[in-house]
């Protein structure tokens, strides 16, 4: 009969245990047992194209969709529209300036780019009657703060007076993205579509193809969408194609292999590389969702929990201590992931 007591005891401390462990007492919204929550007060149904961090408040955030662009100050909880003198509603690109993040530029697709002196309260149109207005990417390194560049739909422009006047510093083929050294001042190099990546090492004086281990077909190369430069070794260079997807290079962008074949079907959209630990990689697919590596690109594991579509956009990481991941989903706004592990 004791023996029995004792079993029943036993059957109820752990109907208790059970008990504690509940939904009654739900975890906080960041923690990681609920994986991504959506941060989408004011544009919970939007297509989210960009997103931007000021590096100087990193709870100042920047998003561009089909509908606008947005700010917000308190890490994505709220969000406000920017209006005054954007005069664009289909918003590609977003950048801050790195050191000075008074300045944010804008880059449109139709109405060329947009600069703002004053955290985006107002814009100005910064693009000339010429230059082809179709942008795709606008990027300022780091390295080399003087210099903006615009990717464009007819080739790449280059600013050293914050947009005020351009120069063509490319001039074949739809540049899809851009992206300059950090540690490295004249690096930059760009994709071109179906032409594959192309390289300079003196600020965009010159360029040279940078091809070697880039799928060719014959007659198209596999280009790149998305560039992410490690933040200690500017040898270490990742991309994503959206087509056969992610290469490294350990070379400076001189040659290329191709990883994560268990990615090569899902056509990446964009690639990320924590700037708190290089090991870690992000990728956001056009249609399965999230995922992230902890080995430098070696495996790659799902991250999808507490999306409510797996239909990406872009990607953004906030270097902050954990490191802050943001989203961008087709129709479903903005999604946070705070990286405690």
């Known amino acids: ?35 991504w929550a959506p941060m989408n007060n004011g544009l919970s149904s939007l297509t989210v194209q960009t997103i931007a961090a000021d590096p100087s408040a990193p709870s ?21 529209r920017l209006t005054n003198g954007l005069t664009s509603q289909d918003i590609k690109t977003i950048k801050v300036h790195p050191q000075e993040n008074n300045w944010v530029f804008c880059g449109t697709w139709g109405k060329g780019l947009f600069r703002s002196s004053d955290y985006g309260q107002s814009w100005q149109s910064a693009w000339p009657a010429g230059p082809d207005p179709r942008i795709y990417a606008v990027n300022v390194a780091s390295g080399n703060p003087s210099t903006l560049w615009a990717a464009t739909e007819n080739g790449l422009y280059k600013s050293a007076d914050k947009g005020l006047t351009w120069t063509r510093s490319f001039h074949y083929g739809s540049v899809l993205t851009v992206a300059s050294g950090t540690s490295d001042p004249n690096l930059a190099l760009i ?16 360029w040279v193809q940078a091809n070697q281990g880039i799928f060719n077909s014959g007659s198209e190369v596999a ?17 994503s194609t959206g087509w056969v997807d992610l290469y490294e290079s350990t070379d400076g962008g001189a040659a290329w292999q191709q990883i994560a074949p268990q990615l090569s079907e899902l056509h990446v959209v964009a690639v990320a590389v924590d700037s708190k630990r290089p090991d ?28 409510s579509t797996l239909e990406m956009k872009s990607i953004c990481l906030v270097g902050e201590t954990p490191t802050t991941v943001y989203v961008g989903t087709i129709g479903k706004g903005i999604y946070k992931y705070v990286a405690v592990d």
């Open 1 to 35: 009969m004791i023996k029995f007591r004792n079993i029943y005891h036993l059957i109820a401390c752990s109907i208790l245990l059970l008990l504690s462990c509940s939904p009654k007492n739900p975890a906080k919204p960041d923690d990681k047992a609920n994986g």
């Open 60 to 80: 100042t955030l920047y998003a561009g969709t089909l509908e606008g662009a947005f700010k917000s100050t308190d890490g994505g909880k709220a969000w406000s």
């Open 191 to 206: 994709g071109v579509r179906y032409k594959g990546v192309f390289k300079s090492t003196d600020n965009g004086a010159s």
């Open 223 to 239: 280009s790149a969408n998305s560039f992410a430069l490690s933040p200690v070794n500017s040898s270490q260079i990742y991309m």
């Open 280 to 307: 870690q990689l992000w990728a956001a697919t056009q249609g399965s969702g999230v995922f992230r590596s902890k080995d430098g690109g070696d495996t790659w594991t799902a991250c999808n929990e507490g999306l």
